[in-house]
């Protein structure tokens, strides 16, 4: 049988690409999404047409812990195991210190650690008995804030200890570990950023140029397949972009 990996927030950008990597490496992928259903959808076709029944669909909100025990439980319901687990999805958006609202926090707290969180304890029993893996996506700003972030900081933040603490918690069985991303891909509504913004971005990152989701999906896939005797790391992979916070 095939091993089987979840990612969450799966439909799309660098969620896409770690699903991607992965059953290009043969593993079975449980795509999660909340509300790209659509995209969601359409990643599974196409990757079933290279591997007949690789790939299901999931949709879970993962600011409520009921429906993560329950697509915790639907994922094993598919394949009977979870050999490893993405915690990818996340919000990112500002949130003004003198502005922010109760809302604002919890959507970013659900989406960056909440939901990760209770999606390692449902699948524990799994990945212990796979000696699996978990890899939690986190930030370079979870180690130095980002003006402006202040919440979506803390929580990734949050994401950071939480891999070392379930590493602590789940080892000797189960792996943890993180990849902070830097510069990877510009936000959704790029077109705010003029040229000479991005240019500036890429001349403040040693390497000169942003990242590309296989960067952090390669690390993923390492951290899951071949690095068997590292746990509790926050790895950045960010063009050298921590060297300047």
Avoid at 143 to 153: E, K, T
């Amino acid at each position: 049988m095939n091993r089987v990996v979840l990612v969450t927030g799966a439909a799309r950008r660098i969620g896409a690409e770690i699903a991607c990597t992965f059953h290009r490496a043969g593993f079975d992928v449980a795509l999660h999404c909340h509300r790209s259903t659509g995209e969601a959808q359409a990643l599974a076709d196409r990757l079933n047409t290279q591997r007949r029944n690789s790939v299901a669909v999931f949709s879970a909100a993962l600011g409520d812990a009921k429906a993560v025990h329950k697509l915790a439980a639907e994922v094993m319901a598919w394949r009977g195991r979870v050999d490893v687990l993405v915690n990818n999805a996340s919000s990112f958006f500002p949130t003004p210190f003198e502005e922010a609202t109760e809302q604002q926090w919890h959507q970013l707290m659900d989406s960056n650690l909440k939901g990760g969180f209770f999606l390692c304890q449902s699948l524990a029993e799994s990945l212990r008995k796979q000696r699996g893996s978990i890899i939690n996506i986190a930030d370079i700003y979870a180690r130095s804030p980002l003006a402006g972030y202040s919440i979506y900081c803390i929580a990734k933040a949050g994401n950071a200890m939480m891999t070392k603490a379930l590493a602590r918690e789940l080892a000797p069985r189960v792996r943890v570990n993180g990849i902070a991303p830097g510069v990877i891909l510009w936000p959704h509504h790029d077109e705010q950023m003029s040229e000479t913004v991005k240019q500036q971005v890429n001349q403040s990152v040693p390497l000169q140029r942003i990242g590309h989701p296989r960067d952090i999906a390669g690390m993923a896939l390492f951290l899951a397949t071949d690095a068997s005797y590292i746990t509790g790391q926050v790895i950045a992979v960010d063009g050298g972009s921590h060297l300047n916070i």
